[in-house]
């Protein structure tokens, strides 16, 4: 996209569709949204020349490298690949310690979000020719990207 093009965009886009703190107004909106600061600058890069939807999709690949690396799996990718990774049963990456109903409940329900952030949200966006996403769904792909690589750090698996 061109300057030209970007700026059209930032004109058609309603100034009021990111909110941001009146204090927060000199913020990037990675900042204002809290996105995580690992994800690659690619991410960022994309984001800012208005390809939204190219900025979504490079930050769930980056998620699946992770849960690559993280848990030995090669031969696996997308939705198969988080299944099988955060298996509820025996998984290779185990977001708790799975002494309880409710940390096995967890370990299920991160398992499915990883797998659907993959099938629901990476996957179209590497499969399709004309994603039009907006600065807002991108942010909030970004955020749950961002939520996915917090519960690996929390558990201490990156």
Do not use: W
Not at 126 to 141: A, F, K, S, Y
């Amino acid at each position: 996209m061109n300057l030209e093009g970007l700026e059209q965009l930032a004109r058609s886009y309603p100034a009021t569709a990111i909110e941001v703190p009146e204090s927060s107004s000199d913020l990037h909106p990675f900042e204002v949204r809290n996105v995580h600061p690992d994800l690659p600058g690619k991410v960022r890069r994309q984001f800012d020349d208005g390809y939204f939807d190219d900025a979504t999709f490079t930050a769930f690949k980056f998620i699946e490298q992770e849960v690559k690396r993280l848990s030995g799996l090669r031969r696996l990718t997308g939705n198969a690949l988080m299944m099988k990774a955060f298996d509820e049963n025996e998984p290779l990456l185990a977001v708790n310690g799975r002494a309880t109903d409710s940390d096995r409940d967890e370990q299920f329900g991160y398992r499915y979000m990883f797998a659907g952030a993959q099938s629901g949200i990476r996957n179209p966006r590497g499969h399709e020719v004309d994603i039009p996403d907006d600065p807002d769904t991108c942010l909030d792909h970004l955020a749950l990207a961002s939520v996915l690589l917090r519960k690996l750090d929390a558990a201490g698996l990156r």
